[in-house]
């Protein structure tokens, strides 16, 4: 399932110099993971602000919860989650650029279950 999260972290302003790089160091390297485990799929700036934008995918809201939470600076961050459900013309997109695929692959329509295909090899 996919999530687009709104977020905007803000370190409070006590927080000593040294404790910020920590942190920042730390959320750079939990987001890497999470980038390598497919949780974190694209990751955007809001320019003026220390808002960002990311687009998630997990099992359901209580994976993608753990993973947010996961995060150094989760305590400090404000975070809005929307659930995407996949509309009508992007399926239809999805599926004619796979029968494209399909014919890039082996000349001709078809799925890569294709009975015929088997009987080729």
């Known amino acids: 399932m996919e999530f687009l999260v709104?977020?905007?972290?803000?370190?409070?302003?006590?927080?000593?110099?040294?404790?910020?790089?920590?942190?920042?160091?730390?959320?750079?390297?939990?987001?890497?993971?999470?980038?390598?485990?497919?949780?974190?799929?694209?990751?955007?700036?809001?320019?003026?602000?220390?808002?960002?934008?990311?687009?998630?995918?997990a099992r359901d809201a209580t994976e993608l919860h753990d993973a947010l939470a996961s995060l150094?600076?989760?305590?400090?961050?404000?975070?809005?989650?929307?659930?995407?459900?996949?509309?009508p013309q992007e399926a239809q997109l999805q599926a004619a650029r796979a029968q494209e695929a399909q014919v890039q692959r082996t000349g001709r329509p078809g799925t890569d279950d294709d009975p015929e295909e088997e009987s080729h090899a």
Not at 40 to 54: A, D, E
Not at 77 to 82: D, G, I, L, R
Request: net charge positive; aromatic share 8%; glycine share 12%.
């Open 6 to 57: 709104r977020f905007e972290t803000a370190l409070p302003a006590g927080l000593g110099a040294e404790e910020r790089e920590r942190l920042r160091t730390e959320e750079r390297k939990r987001a890497g993971e999470l980038r390598r485990a497919g949780l974190l799929v694209k990751l955007w700036r809001v320019p003026g602000t220390r808002g960002g934008i990311g687009l998630w995918e």
């Open 72 to 87: 150094p600076t989760f305590p400090w961050m404000t975070a809005t989650v929307e659930p995407l459900a996949t509309h």
